[in-house]
C-alpha cells in the first residue's frame, strides 16, 4: 500500500481555532505560479481625489465636511451596519424555526491616511504605526460602552473584495453579541487553555517555528505564517510571540515591530503578481465584555482570493458551498514562495 504524502495526496486537515476541517488536492496544482506572473495596467490615483467622500475636506454621501485630517481619521459610517438604537423585545423560548433577536452596535470607518494614492504597503513605517494606534484607541475606546461586548476591526482591499473607495481604509463594526466565527473560536480557545494552561496558539507557534515549512516572517515580536488549515490560496495570520489577548496589551516597540510586519507582509503580497493585491483581514482579539480573557492570544487573518495571476480568483463555489472549503496548492508551497519574495514593494524598487 503506497505510504501518504501531504504534498502529492489528497487530505484534510483540522483547524482547532474553528473546529472545522479543509480538503486539500495538492496533485491538482503542484506549483501553480510557475510562469504566472504577469503585468497588468497599473491604476494610477491623485494624492487628492476631489470627488472621493474620504479625503480631507470633501463632502461625504450625507452632506457632513471632512476635516482637513493629516494622520488617520475615524468617523460613524454613514451607511451604518449596526445602530445604536435599544429596541424593546420579548423573545418567545418556544420560537425554533424563526427566531430573531435584535443587534446593537457601532460602525466606524479608519482612513489610514490623507493620501488617495497609497495602500498599506506603500505607507511609510510612521503612518502604519499611526493605524495601529488609531486601532488601540478605538478597541479600548468602543469597549468602555456598557452594551459593546465585541469590536471587529478589519479591511477589505481592492474591488474585488467589495471595497467600494479606493482610499486607504478599514472599517471597525463593534456590536452587543459575540459573531458566529468569533464564537466558535472563543469556545475552542477557552476549551484549550482550560486543559493546558496555555493558549492555543501559543503552543501552535511554538511548533510552527520548529517545523519552519509555513513562516513567512519571523521578527523579535512577531510571526507571519501560513496557516496548517488555510482555505484561501495565499491565506497568512500574524501571531503575536507574546500571549497578549488584546491589541492594547502591545508596548510601544511591539506596536513598531506590528507596523514593520504588516508593511512587509503586504509588500510581499503585493510582489506576486506586481499589483495591489486584494485581500480581506481582520484581527482576533478578546472580547470587551469586562471578563478576563487569558485564553485569547493576538492574532490577524489575511484572506487574499488571487490565485494563478493577478486577475485570476479562488471560488468557493461547488464542493466548498456544499461540503467543505477545499484548497489546491498547500500551505507549505504558499509560504514558500511568500517567504521567498522581497519585502521591498515592487514599485519602490524602481525609486
Not at 485630517?69 to 418567545?92: G, I, P
Amino acid at each position: 500500500m503506497k505510504e501518504f504524502n501531504h504534498n502529492n495526496d489528497p487530505h484534510r486537515r483540522y483547524n482547532p481555532l474553528i473546529n472545522e476541517w479543509v480538503l486539500v488536492s495538492p496533485h491538482r496544482a503542484t506549483r501553480p505560479w510557475q510562469g504566472q506572473t504577469e503585468e497588468v495596467n497599473q491604476e494610477t490615483r491623485p494624492e487628492f481625489d476631489p470627488t472621493c467622500y474620504l479625503c480631507p475636506g470633501n463632502v461625504r454621501a450625507n452632506g457632513e465636511q471632512n476635516p482637513a485630517y493629516e494622520s488617520t481619521y475615524v468617523f460613524d459610517n454613514d451607511f451604518a451596519a449596526l445602530k445604536q438604537e435599544e429596541l424593546h423585545f420579548e423573545e418567545n423560548p418556544d420560537e425554533f424555526f424563526f427566531k430573531a433577536q435584535p443587534e446593537r452596535g457601532i460602525s466606524r470607518v479608519v482612513c489610514f491616511s490623507p493620501r488617495h494614492d497609497l495602500t498599506l504597503p506603500e505607507m511609510d513605517l510612521e503612518t502604519i504605526e499611526n493605524v495601529v494606534k488609531t486601532w488601540q484607541f478605538q478597541y479600548e475606546d468602543l469597549g468602555k460602552i456598557d452594551f459593546i461586548n465585541h469590536v471587529q476591526i478589519f479591511e477589505n482591499k481592492g474591488a474585488i473584495m467589495g471595497c467600494s473607495n479606493p482610499h486607504p481604509h478599514g472599517q471597525i463594526w463593534a456590536q452587543s453579541s459575540l459573531p458566529t466565527l468569533v464564537r466558535k473560536t472563543q469556545d475552542n480557545l477557552s476549551a484549550y487553555y482550560q486543559k493546558h494552561g496555555k493558549t492555543l496558539l501559543e503552543n501552535y507557534l511554538e511548533q510552527e517555528l520548529e517545523k519552519n515549512e509555513r513562516i513567512v516572517i519571523d521578527n523579535e515580536h512577531f510571526v507571519a505564517l501560513v496557516p496548517f488549515w488555510a482555505i484561501w490560496p495565499f491565506e497568512t495570520m500574524i501571531i503575536s510571540k507574546r500571549p497578549v489577548s488584546k491589541i492594547t496589551d502591545f508596548t510601544p516597540v511591539e506596536v513598531s515591530d506590528y507596523a514593520k510586519t504588516l508593511k512587509e507582509l503586504t509588500s510581499k503580497y503585493d510582489n506576486v503578481f506586481n499589483t495591489s493585491f486584494p485581500y480581506s483581514s481582520g484581527i482576533h482579539q478578546a472580547p470587551t465584555d469586562a471578563k478576563e480573557h487569558p485564553e485569547w492570544h493576538f492574532h490577524m487573518h489575511f484572506y487574499p482570493p488571487l490565485l494563478r495571476s493577478a486577475s485570476v480568483k479562488k471560488f468557493m463555489v461547488g464542493y466548498e458551498m456544499m461540503g467543505e472549503s477545499q484548497r489546491d496548492i498547500t500551505p507549505e508551497k504558499s509560504a514558500e514562495l511568500l517567504r521567498s519574495l522581497s519585502s521591498v514593494h515592487y514599485k519602490a524598487k524602481d525609486v
